[in-house]
């Protein structure tokens, strides 16, 4: 089945730095790949969508600035968060979406996550 | 633009009784698709079911059967002899065929399973 692979799983840093967090569908080309936060007992909001070579769109309300998306492949898209300050920790998971819905999943498959703690 | 929600924060329930989690839609595009997924403390998330807009027929998938009400635009999940492992976040969402294909969530449901 289509794996999509999330890395570091947790991260802790200083606040003001910058934490990148990767992507990576192991057996298929994700034609887009969504990023969604998560707050403690709440939805999964979506940031942003990208697409393969081309700019990330992100949701209202997000800061382009300082959650830089890059989608360089059809198999990488990263997250970037600049400057973190401690209202940035958070979940951060990732979908990617294949050309066709076909399989299990109908299309979206899902990183295991990622645990910011900016401290 | 497309919108989920579900009104049931917390669920309990008795181990081997089926539980129904209501999630309601809205959109005005006719072609759409629903899921439905389940979210351990570990976070992954785990799909469960899909519904087309243009299935004839609710779905199921083992234990889990979506109760597709088109008219109504709902979608509920009914989860059949439920399982002290099915303890869990349990996410709606929905997302639009044409454009974007985003996935949308709505608030989310924790369901407990007491023995």
């Known amino acids: 089945g289509a794996v999509v692979s999330q890395h570091p799983s947790w991260v802790i840093c200083k606040s003001g730095t910058s934490v990148k967090i990767e992507c990576r569908s192991l057996d298929f080309q994700a034609t887009t790949m969504f990023w969604y936060r998560q707050f403690p007992k709440q939805s999964l909001m979506l940031m942003a969508t990208?697409?393969?070579?081309?700019?990330?769109?992100?949701e209202q309300g997000v800061e382009k600035d300082k959650f830089l998306i890059n989608h360089a492949s059809l198999t990488l898209s990263t997250l970037t968060v600049t400057s973190a300050h401690p209202e940035d920790s958070s979940f951060y998971i990732c979908s990617a979406r294949r050309h066709t819905g076909a399989g299990g999943d109908y299309g979206y498959t899902f990183g295991s996550g990622t645990r910011l703690t900016v401290v | 633009a497309q919108k989920i929600t579900q009104t049931q924060p917390g669920m309990f329930v008795q181990e081997k009784e089926a539980v129904t989690l209501d999630c309601t839609y809205d959109?005005?595009?006719?072609?759409?698709?629903l899921f439905w997924y389940k979210q351990p403390s570990s976070g992954e998330m785990i799909f469960l079911i899909y519904q087309g807009s243009y299935d004839q027929q609710n779905a199921t998938e083992g234990r889990y059967s979506l109760n597709f009400q088109k008219a109504r635009k709902s979608a509920n999940l009914v989860i059949s002899a439920s399982q002290l492992g099915d303890s869990a976040m349990y996410f709606c969402?929905?997302?639009?065929?044409?454009?974007?294909?985003?996935?949308?969530f709505g608030q989310g449901t924790r369901l407990t399973i007491n023995p």
């Open positions: 959109t005005s595009d006719p072609s759409y698709g």
């Open positions: 969402a929905i997302y639009l065929i044409q454009g974007a294909q985003k996935l949308v």
């Open positions: 990208s697409n393969e070579g081309s700019k990330a769109t992100y």
